[in-house]
Every structure is written in C-alpha cells, then in structure tokens.
C-alpha cells in the first residue's frame, strides 16, 4: 500500500526528494492530468503562463527510451551547443562545495567510489531512462521568454511536484535532459521556437533502493536570510 494521499502543504515540501528508483507500476493518465491542469494555477507574471509540455507513458515511454539508448551512445556528451548553462561557470563558495556534497553522497549511496568514472557516467546515464519511472513529462519554455518567465516555470515545476506528493507520487526533476534538446524537440514533434528546460521522472517510489534514502541538506536560516534592522 502506498503513504496516504492526505498530505499537508508542509508534509508534502518535507517528503518532496529527487527519486531515482522507481517501482513498476503505471501512473493514470488521468491522475497526470489533473495535476498538470491544477499545478497551472502557479504564479505567472502578466498570466503569460509560459510552460509548454510533453508527456510520455505507455508505448511512447519504451519507443523514446529506446531512441535515447543509442542516443547516447552515439554522443556521449550529448548536443552541443546545448539550451543553455546547468550550472555557472567557475561556480564559487558556498555552491561548489553545496554541489560536491550532494554528489558524493549520490554516488556512495550505490558504492560508486570518486574514482569510478566509469561507474558515475552509468549512473549519469539513467538519467535518459528516466531512473525506470513508468511515466515523464518534458517541460519547454518559449525562447523568446527572459528570467522573469523562466522564474514562472520554476514555480510551476515546484506546484507540480508537492500535487504530486499529495497524491502519493514521486519525481526527479531533470535539467540533464536539455544536453539533448535536438533529440527531444524531434520525437516530441516540439517546435524550434520551444527552448528544453527540464524532464520530469514521475512514479511510485521503490522505497528498498538505497539511492532513494539521500536526504539532501539544507542551509540554516541565518545562513542565507537575515532581518533587516532599521535605520541608526
């Protein structure tokens, strides 16, 4: 039996991880949906609602794993030049060491040790199978759209995913997708104009796989916030 799906707000932030094992179990079009179509209630400067979607299950799911294995295999780097920068350029403190963290813990989780490359580029890799999840969506955002609709999507991906928590659902947001934007953008029959921000992997948790036990930490209150107090 899975967790309930009566889940406070606060429950749901606090149970929301990335899952990268997933059971095999089918996900209801129909549950997808509603989420989707709820989560579209997100902030959304001016109502523009620039999210713009693609979802995979079923047939198409195992049809774009396959194109996506020899994908891969074929550009192991993916796409270049890709949508855009995952991460900044010569990231500095405290992100890099934020980042460093978050991997290593990934990685011993599944006894990949840091000099196992070979190791880690699989694991990098199940990336394009969605970690086994039995259904996906792939977000798009309009290129012609700056920071302030792309902070819209944010808000939009983080809806759908505390909807999907309350429904007693897991997911992995991906931006590793993005490397391989032409691939995607042609089997989703997306237009040029579409710009790949992320995938989604969305399924039942498979709650005996070790990597799902990460708990990513956080920062301390004081440590990125701060009253402001007022003029001497």
């Known amino acids: ?85 995952i991460y900044p350029k010569g990231l500095g403190e405290p992100y890099r060491t934020n980042r460093f963290d978050i991997g290593e813990r990934l990685y011993a989780s599944i006894g990949v040790a840091r000099g196992d490359a070979p190791g880690r580029r699989g694991q990098f890799a199940r990336n394009f199978d969605f970690f086994g999840a039995p259904a996906a969506v792939l977000f798009f955002v309009d290129r012609r759209m700056g920071p302030p609709q792309w902070a819209d999507l944010g808000m939009y991906l983080q809806t759908v995913m505390l909807l999907l928590r309350e429904r007693g659902l897991h997911s992995c947001p991906q931006e590793a997708w993005s490397l391989y934007h032409r691939t995607v953008r042609a089997f989703m029959s997306a237009p040029p104009e579409w710009l790949l921000f992320c995938g989604m992997a969305i399924g039942y948790e498979d709650p005996a796989a070790p990597v799902n036990a990460i708990e990513s930490p956080r920062l301390a209150f004081e440590d990125f916030a701060a009253w402001v107090s007022p003029p001497a």
Not at 13 to 24: E, G, M, T
């Open 1 to 85: 039996m899975h967790e309930s799906s009566v889940l406070s707000v606060a429950q749901a932030v606090r149970s929301r991880k990335s899952i990268r094992a997933f059971l095999d179990q089918d996900v209801p079009r129909s549950l997808l949906e509603e989420v989707l179509t709820l989560a579209a209630r997100a902030p959304s400067g001016g109502n523009l609602q620039p999210w713009r979607l693609r979802l995979l299950s079923g047939e198409a799911m195992c049809a774009f794993k396959a194109v996506m294995r020899s994908r891969v295999r074929e550009a192991p780097e993916g796409e270049a030049p890709f949508e855009y920068e």
